[in-house]
């Protein structure tokens, strides 16, 4: 089964409130991913989670902040966005170990995110 | 120049035809190549994994040429259903890192 889920599916916010995004996988994956895709776009890369440890954080505006509770869970903490950061906003996660099989990511549905 | 090259298309050819996209990446320590499917407003799915040899799965067929840095996807009896955005990606090996071609999209006709 390569299921990984996120919650909420939809997210209307102001630009003063603070909301969180979650995403869980039960697959023994030890990395996951946050991307960002717009519109006719294909997804952007934002931070990356190793063994629970940020590993890659591609110049992501602190607005957005990411945590990595457990193994299974990964959270995107959202304070003061723009319009511009509107998207669908997806997780994805990858097995542990090897060469090949590792870089072979599983997306979750996305949140679709409305900044107004 | 992009990492990873498609033509965005869009491709539309009517059912039962046979459709092919083309990728080119420009990274030559790129080790893992992926063809993946996006579905209007749904995320990206893993359609097939290219190996070097080259790989079948059913009506999909893909290719990789390493020397030319060139990878191939072939749909064969194309279905309604095919449509979608056809997404190459690399990766380099341990790098963590998807790289994402713009996608090409592809309408089945009736």
């Known amino acids: 089964d390569t299921e990984v889920t996120q919650t909420p599916k939809h997210l209307v916010m102001g630009m003063t409130n603070k909301k969180s995004l979650k995403c869980e996988q039960h697959?023994?994956?030890?990395?996951m991913y946050w991307y960002k895709q717009k519109a006719k776009k294909p997804p952007e890369l934002m931070f990356v989670y190793s063994y629970e440890k940020l590993s890659i954080n591609e110049s992501v505006p602190s607005r957005f902040s990411p945590e990595c509770p457990n193994s299974s869970l990964l959270n995107l903490h959202l304070h003061a966005l723009q319009p511009e950061d509107s998207a669908l906003y997806l997780c994805?996660?990858?097995?542990?170990?090897?060469?090949?099989?590792?870089?072979?990511?599983?997306f979750g549905p996305g949140t679709r995110l409305l900044v107004l | 120049r992009k990492e990873v090259e498609q033509d965005p298309g869009p491709f539309n050819v009517p059912e039962g035809a046979t459709v092919a996209f083309n990728c080119t990446y420009s990274?030559?320590?790129?080790?893992?190549f992926f063809w993946y499917r996006q579905d209007c407003r749904k995320e990206p799915k893993l359609l097939m994994s290219v190996y070097s040899s080259g790989n079948e799965d059913g009506r999909f067929t893909a290719q990789l040429n390493r020397a030319s840095q060139y990878i191939s996807l072939l749909i064969r009896d194309s279905k309604l259903s095919d449509s979608a955005t056809y997404l190459c990606v690399v990766s380099r090996q341990g790098a963590q890192k998807l790289v994402f071609g713009q996608g090409t999209r592809l309408t089945i006709n009736p």
């Open positions: 697959m023994g994956h030890r990395a």
């Open positions: 994805a996660s990858s097995p542990p170990g090897g060469t090949f099989y590792q870089e072979t990511q599983y």
């Open positions: 990274n030559s320590a790129s080790q893992s």
